[in-house]
T-cell receptor, first 114, second 116 residues
Framework: DAKTTQPNSMESNEEEPVHLPCNHS???????IHWYRQLPSQGPEYVIH???SNVNNRMASLAIAEDRKSSTLILHRATLRDAAVYYC???????????????FGDGTTLTVKP | DTEVTQTPKHLVMGMTNKKSLKCEQH?????MYWYKQKAKKPPELMFV???????INESVPSRFSPECPNSSLLNLHLHALQPEDSALYLC???????????????FGEGSRLTVL
């Protein structure tokens, strides 16, 4: 299964942008790149996902490298509520035997300082 | 309604007990998932159901028995568990598109299981 690698932790100041990196050098053609975040005692919450092109939504932006072997989640203005564990996930959305599998990385713990 | 509801939120059971975890969604999703999460670790996939049929079993011990009685419900039956099975059990759902899967995963808040 394809794996993702993320830094264990990152810090940011409130209202500053945050760039969370993820490496996924063994990504396959049917893998979508998903990002989720998880607060203590809660289930993971969807943030954003993409296949090849950069993506924007109300929560964040996702920048995907041209070779798809890495991606970066961008929070444009971090708030205290953004403090969480952020997971970069490869999700097989093809039709083969691995269809439906989502491989979680170890996650990055984001601390936001006021 | 964009919620995945899991019950119970907390469960304590002995190693000889039989119990079940329940998961429900009303988003019309035809793919449902069970994940296991140990403390300070990422979720690990256990089972995937597509159109009420088991499509992925990640070599999970038989003391965990999943069931998908209809498109809105997913159960996880527990029997003869070990203390190391204590964890947060997360249910998720997503759209399915024929044999493929699309879009985001919607997670419930989980059932915290303690095995004594």
């Amino acid at each position: 299964d394809a794996k993702t690698t993320q830094p264990n932790s990152m810090e940011s100041n409130e209202e500053e942008p945050v760039h969370l990196p993820c490496n996924h050098s063994t990504i396959s053609g049917t893998d979508y790149i998903h990002w989720y975040r998880q607060l203590p005692s809660q289930g993971p919450e969807y943030v954003i996902h993409g296949l090849t092109s950069n993506v924007n939504n109300r929560m964040a932006s996702l920048a995907i490298a041209e070779d798809r072997k890495s991606s970066t989640l961008i929070l444009h203005r971090a708030t205290l509520r953004d403090a969480a564990v952020y997971y970069c996930i490869l999700r097989d959305e093809g039709e083969g035997t691995n269809a439906g599998k989502s491989t979680f990385g170890d996650g990055t713990t984001l601390t936001v300082k006021p | 309604d964009t919620e995945v509801t899991q019950t119970p939120k907390h469960l304590v059971m002995g190693m000889t007990n039989k119990k079940s975890l329940k998961c429900e969604q009303h988003m019309g999703h035809r793919a449902m998932y069970w994940y296991k999460q140990k403390a300070k670790k990422p979720p690990e996939l256990m089972f995937v159901y597509s159109y009420e049929k088991l499509s992925i079993n990640e070599s999970v011990p038989s003391r965990f028995s999943p069931e998908c009685p209809n498109s809105s419900l997913l159960n996880l039956h527990l029997h003869a568990l070990q203390p190391e099975d204590s964890a947060l059990y997360l249910c998720a759902s997503s759209q399915a598109d024929g044999p493929g899967y699309t879009g985001e995963l919607f997670f419930g808040e989980g059932s915290r299981l303690t095995v004594l």
